[in-house]
């Protein structure tokens, strides 16, 4: 079964097991509120994007799943287009911040998916990644569990990640947590490219 298959399964009742929660760490690390566009790359449905709504002049939700956004339409301001994040369907430099929460390991191609965020990303915008920290044991479990259902999901550990996002303007940071399974690789583009060391 196709991941988007279970995701559109889910979509009626996903944010009853997988609730919305408080979005305050997000505004930090997304360095929110911000002018200009918010992309929500695999968002779903919307739970996220609801929270960012107001912070940034638009936001939009991007997924493969339709029916997931189908309850994305539902939250005030937020615009839900259906697309692969591997391929968006926007031009170069369109959003001063893009997040990405717990999807990035379900992506089939991650490199083609971080490349088109970042390409999208505007010079002086920043990119927020927040999966689950394999570096840790239960998080290795839940990589499991989602291969035994048949979800084809691929965890990389958030330095994985920041090497992933070494774009020659990028200045990447990680950020850990101790209240939750949960890492952030923070990317900022920079207004012109790092000098080499």
Known sequence: MPIFDHFDFLAPIYETFIPPKDPQE?????D???????????GGTGRVAQFMNGKADSVVVADMSCKMLSEARQK???RPVCSHTEKLPFADETFARI???????????QRGTLNELWRTLQPGGRLVIE?????LFGVKLLAIAEKLALMRSHFLSP????????????RVRIEA???SVNAWVIAEKTLTPSPLP
Do not use: C, K, Q
């Not at 929110?32 to 695999?42: C, E, Q, Y």
């Open 76 to 78: 005030d301001g937020l």
């Open 99 to 109: 997040i990405m929460v717990d999807a990035l390991h379900h992506v089939i191609d």
């Open 131 to 135: 999966e689950p920290d394999l570096r």
């Open 177 to 179: 947590s101790t209240r």
């Open 32 to 42: 929110l509120p911000a002018s200009g566009a918010l992309l929500d790359a695999g």
């Open 26 to 30: 997000m505004w930090e690390f997304a």
């Open 159 to 170: 330095p994985r990640i920041a090497e992933l996002l070494s774009y020659p303007n990028a």
